[in-house]
Structures are given as structure tokens and as C-alpha cells.
């Protein structure tokens, strides 16, 4: 079973600011496995190398079930990214240079996924590629809870808790659903701004490499709860391809551009994400006690735009929502930072709203558009809103809690618009644990620190560069 390009890929220039002149037709190209491994779940492709890359290209992937006996399931990709979450590492090399590499990008992409657009949007229109359909609302008590009437799951008295799943059910290869997940949502999001001249790479390959999680309780749910292990879901490595759009250009201009080459190389700059990886241990204190952290990044000598903060559980579990594709929320906080030797901010934020519109800023004004319990779980959250103990609204509850912290200037452009680290970046984050339960506050976890730094690639006839 392939994905159904008829109904899901649109082709478009949309991901290119810069018209390009006289441009002819966009090729789609079907590329198949380069290498796979079974042991390290990684698979390798080979880009084309056909005119210009753009943004809708996409991988497509297939969830199934590791035991080919079973004939009926109640698993599916979880509800926030859906398959984005089975990747554990992408990298992106060019003539065996690294251009991207970044861990969990699923985590980086729920930022934009729920700022860009609203959960209406999502749950309508990304479902079909990405397998997630997060939704939620207001019940008449004024409780919230998981929208089960607008998502694929619905009431079954023969399944516990009374939640089934009518979409979207993993299985096995004949009948499992295959899902696309386009190169910006995997670390490449530079493609939406000027595709990639992959004409001039010439005899250099191009190689994406993927790696996904062993654990399938990384990225699938289970609505019903009813218990599910970490080996009872793989990604169907034999059955992925790398499907990807090509702006063709006239053989003329690619004959003048290489030629060209050879003489100055061709700059490309680029927005590159990575991920510093760190511990946050409230383990340590009591309910309403305050925990105190300290991190020093060291990103000297980069242009940085924004730095995401996110706590991941490194021991997931089964969950019937959001699998292990959550940042969860450690209660009420404090955050300042120090940059070049100076305060960030006049005195360190303490009001939750402040905290929360650290992100709104970071995504040019655009809110991440979740309730206010599952961003967080505060003391005020708890004590002034009531709370519903559906099992689905305490699964997500306190699980999207995204900090995205601004160092732009104001400035356009990829370099020059960012703020040049000279001294390791300094983080003060302190945290008050509220709650033992739905989610737990008080456990160890690992602390991801997405960098979003300024890079140049050169391509030259004879050699390719890539620089800070």
C-alpha cells in the first residue's frame, strides 16, 4: 500500500519567495529505499539531483503491527503529530556534510504546527499526511475536555473506557494507512523560503537519513487504554519513499548557473535547528517547593534567533492521546536568562501569561493555540478552573508546554537578523511541582534546548562548504 499522491500532494511554488525565471515544470520523483537497517531502524535515501528542491517534498511512511497474526487493532499514531513522532534523528547530508541534524523533530514541529494553525485546521486538513487530530472544547460545566465527537474516536461499549478508534487504525501492510510527512517538518523548513539548487551538486550525493524510535509507545496511542508494548508497532522500513518535487529549469540556465559555479560558488543560507540535551530534576522537592536549574549553552561564535525549551519524559509509557510527543509543564516557573554577559530581562518572569507569551513572540505573533491546562498545570490552573477527570482530558492534560524565547532584531534576512552569541548562554529556570498525578511534576526528565542558529552553504564546481 503507497500513499495516494492524487488526494494528499499539492504542487505549487509556494516555497519559493524568489520567482524563478524561466522556469519550466515541476517533476515529482518516487525514490525508493537506498539502505535500510532492521537492527538500527534507520533507512538512507538519495535526493535527486534534478533542478531546483522545494518544500513539498515529503517521506512517506507506514506504521504496522510486528505481530502478523493479529486481525484487529485499536492502535493508531498519536493525536499531536501523528508519524512525525516515530522519528527519533534526521540528517540531511551533502556531499557528506552535515546540513541538518536534529533529534526529535517532531517535538520542535508541534510549535508551529499549533501556532500556524488552529486545531480546527489541523484536525481537518493535516490528519490525512500526518495521522494527528487534536481537538478539544468547553463542556456545559465549564470543564475542558478531549473533543471525542470531531477526532477519529468514538464510544464502543465492547472497549474499555467505552473510546474505539473508526480511522486511521495501524494494522498490517495490505490495510495499514500510509502517511507523508513533508522535508519541513523534519528540520528542512529552510526549503519554504528559497528552494534548493540541486542541479549544481552534480557527481556529490545528497542522502537523507532517517532514524525511528524502537519504542512504539514514542508515537502511537491508544485511545481505549486498554495496554499496549513497546515492540507491537514498527515502521515498515521496505515500504518508505522519498517523494519529492523538482522545479525543472531550461537546460540553458542550468548550463550557465554551473558554469557560473565554477567561477564564485553559490551561496545558500539557511535557518538550521539543533538540539542541546540537558536533565530537570524536581524529583528532589516536595509538592510547592521551589526547584532551582541552571544551564549554560555553549553556543559561542553562532547567530542564534530562538532557543526552544522542552522537558520529555525518558521513560514512556502507554498513553491514550499524546503518546510520548509531549513537553511537559513542571508547574508554576521562573525564568531569566543571560546573554553576553547581560539579563535578557529586567528581573526574572514569574507570571505564567509572560511565560506564555514568551512563544507568541518567537512565532512572529502567532499564539500556540492550546487550552490553558494542557499548556500547563499551575496553582492557579488547579485552584481557580475546575478540572475533569475524563481519562483522554488527563492524558494530554499539562503536556504541551513549549518555551520559545526570541533573539531576533527585527532586522530580514538569515544573518544579521539574529543576536551573534560571544559567551555561553546562561539559563536560570526555577519550577514549583503542583501535582503528583495527570501529569506527574515531581520525576526526572530530559531537558531539550532547540538552537536555531544562521548557516551558509557554498556550492562550489569542486567542493561544498557549510558554515556558521
Known amino acids: ?54 518544500a513539498d517534498s515529503m517521506v512517506t511512511l507506514q506504521p504496522i503491527l510486528n505481530n502478523s497474526s493479529l486481525v484487529q487493532s485499536d492502535l493508531t499514531p498519536n493525536f499531536v503529530n501523528g508519524v512525525i513522532g516515530a522519528i527519533k534523528r534526521t540528517r540531511i547530508l551533502v556531499d557528506n556534510k552535515v546540513l541538518v541534524d ?14 500556524r494553525n488552529t486545531q480546527v485546521e489541523l484536525a481537518e486538513k493535516e490528519y490525512k499526511l500526518l495521522g494527528n487530530q487534536f481537538r478539544t472544547k468547553i463542556n456545559t460545566d465549564g470543564t475542558e475536555d478531549f473533543d471525542v465527537a470531531e477526532t477519529r474516536c468514538h464510544l464502543n461499549q465492547n472497549i474499555p473506557a467505552n473510546i474505539a478508534i473508526s480511522k486511521n487504525i495501524i494494522l498490517h501492510q495490505a490495510s495499514s494507512k500510509v502517511y507523508g510527512i513533508k522535508l519541513k517538518h523534519l528540520g528542512a523548513d529552510f526549503l519554504e523560503a528559497a528552494a534548493l539548487p540541486v542541479f549544481l551538486l552534480g557527481q556529490r550525493e545528497m542522502i537523507l537519513e532517517l532514524e525511528f ?5 514514542e508515537y502511537v496511542a491508544q485511545p481505549s487504554g486498554a495496554g499496549f508494548n513497546a515492540p507491537d508497532v514498527r515502521i515498515n522500513l521496505a515500504n518508505a519513499e522519498l517523494v519529492t518535487t523538482h522545479v525543472m529549469l531550461p537546460p540553458d540556465v542550468e548550463a550557465r548557473e554551473i558554469a557560473a559555479s565554477a567561477r564564485q560558488p553559490v551561496s545558500y543560507p539557511l535557518l538550521d535547528n539543533y538540539v542541546i540535551k540537558g536533565v530537570v530534576d524536581p524529583s528532589t522537592v516536595a509538592l510547592n517547593n521551589t526547584k532551582n536549574e541552571t544551564y549554560r549553552l555553549n553556543i559561542q561564535n553562532r547567530e542564534v534567533h530562538n532557543i526552544l525549551l522542552a522537558s520529555v519524559n525518558n521513560a514512556p509509557g502507554a498513553k491514550r492521546i499524546v503518546a510520548n510527543q509531549a513537553a511537559r509543564g513542571l508547574g508554576d516557573e521562573s525564568l531569566q536568562l543571560k546573554i553576553n554577559g547581560l539579563n535578557l530581562f529586567d528581573r526574572p518572569i514569574t507570571s505564567q501569561p509572560l511565560i506564555y507569551q514568551l512563544t507568541t513572540y518567537s512565532e512572529d505573533g502567532r499564539t500556540l493555540k492550546v487550552p490553558l491546562n494542557a499548556w500547563n498545570v499551575t496553582d492557579k490552573s488547579l485552584n481557580n478552573y475546575s478540572q475533569n477527570t475524563d481519562l483522554l482530558y488527563l492524558d494530554y492534560r499539562g503536556e504541551f508546554h513549549y518555551l520559545k524565547v526570541d533573539f531576533s532584531n527585527g532586522n530580514a534576512g538569515v544573518f544579521g537578523s539574529g543576536t551573534v552569541m560571544k559567551t555561553a548562554a546562561e539559563i536560570d529556570y526555577k519550577i514549583t511541582p503542583r501535582t503528583n498525578t495527570s501529569p506527574n511534576q515531581r520525576v526526572t526528565m530530559d531537558m531539550f534546548f532547540y538552537v536555531t542558529i544562521s548557516k551558509l552553504m557554498s556550492i562550489g564546481a569542486n567542493q561544498i562548504n557549510i558554515s556558521y
Do not use: W
Request: hydrophobic content about 35%.
Open 213 to 217: 524510535f524502537a519504542d512504539c509507545r
Open 102 to 115: 536534529l533529534e526529535r523533530p517532531g517535538l520542535a514541529e508541534n510549535v508551529k504546527l499549533y501556532s
Open 1 to 54: 500500500m503507497s500513499l495516494d499522491l492524487n488526494d494528499y500532494f499539492s504542487l505549487g511554488l509556494e516555497s519559493t519567495n524568489q520567482p524563478i525565471e524561466n522556469a519550466g515544470m515541476i517533476n515529482v520523483f518516487r525514490t525508493p529505499v537506498d539502505t535500510s537497517s532492521a537492527n538500527l531502524n534507520r533507512i538512507t535515501f538519495k535526493f535527486p539531483k534534478t533542478g531546483m528542491l522545494t
